[in-house]
């Protein structure tokens, strides 16, 4: 088991900043790809960034890229989601989560798929006001 305990978010002005910080404990959090996801209300939950185990892979979503940054910090078991020109449609709830790192499907499509995480944090709500 992984547990994802998840901080940051809150209300922003459009164009600020704001970081987001997912701690993991439980399992070795090491071979674990981490994502981050969104829902908006009544709308589905989205592919919003996904880093590897070793952190040598990012991968964006087309809305989000050039503005966010996922990082993660292998000694602190924990991941972040940088993000910075903020705008209103970027609000919503922010999920991290947990990947299945053993799975068979390629990174790429395996870090951007929802079906293929297995951990999820509680969410953390992201207001950006214009």
């Known amino acids: 088991q992984v547990q994802l305990t998840q901080s940051g978010g809150g209300l922003v002005q459009t164009g600020g900043s704001l970081r987001l910080s997912c701690a993991a404990s439980g399992r070795s959090f090491n071979p674990y790809g981490m994502g981050w996801f969104r829902q908006a209300p009544g709308k589905e939950r989205e592919f919003v960034a996904g880093?590897?185990?070793?952190?040598?892979?990012?991968y964006y979503a087309d809305s989000v890229a050039g503005r966010f940054t996922i990082s993660r910090d292998v000694a602190e078991n924990t991941v972040y989601l940088q993000m910075i020109r903020l705008k209103p449609e970027d609000t919503a709830i922010y999920y991290c989560?947990?990947?299945?790192?053993?799975?068979?499907?390629?990174?790429?499509?395996?870090?951007?798929?929802?079906?293929?995480?297995?951990?999820w944090g509680q969410g953390t709500q992201v207001t950006v006001s214009s």
């Open positions: 880093i590897n185990g070793d952190g040598t892979n990012a």
């Open positions: 989560a947990a990947v299945n790192p053993w799975s068979s499907t390629p990174e790429r499509t395996r870090l951007m798929d929802v079906y293929e995480y297995d951990y």
